[in-house]
Nanobody, 125 residues
Framework: QVLLLESGGGLVQAGGSLRLSCTGS????????MAWFRQAPGKEREFVAF????????DYVDSVKGRFSISRDNAKNTVYLQMNSLKPEDTAVYYC??????????????????WGQGTQVTVSS
């Protein structure tokens, strides 16, 4: 089991940038497939980005492609989400999630069994 802690959220104007961090506990962090999800008020939690254990494979929801970038530093037990050109519709609570066993369903929130507490991102127009 890995405990996840997100940070880096905040209030930013449209067009601005934020970098979210998710730090995991334990010595096996590098073995976990990681993802970011987000949940806006009144909406379902949705997939944002995925990264494989080595960082070689990444995936993004279409709405953030070209603006967001996911990366990881296994030496620091941390995964990042760099968010550029932010839009008001990016406003949500952002969660990181971890899964130990590979699954082709990495976009499905049901595939993840470890979650952080979330960090709020608010983009003003």
């Amino acid at each position: 089991q890995v405990l996840l802690l997100e940070s880096g959220g905040g209030l930013v104007q449209a067009g601005g940038s934020l970098r979210l961090s998710c730090t995991g506990s334990g010595r096996t962090f590098s073995s976990y497939y990681m993802a970011w999800f987000r949940q806006a008020p009144g909406k379902e939690r949705e997939f944002v980005a995925f990264i494989s254990t080595s960082g070689v494979t990444t995936d993004y929801v279409d709405s953030v492609k070209g603006r967001f970038s996911i990366s990881r530093d296994n030496a620091k037990n941390t995964v990042y989400l760099q968010m550029n050109s932010l839009k008001p519709e990016d406003t949500a609570v952002y969660y990181c999630a971890a899964r130990l066993i590979f699954s082709t369903g990495w976009r499905r929130k049901e595939e993840y069994d470890q979650w952080g507490q979330g960090t709020q991102v608010t983009v003003s127009s």
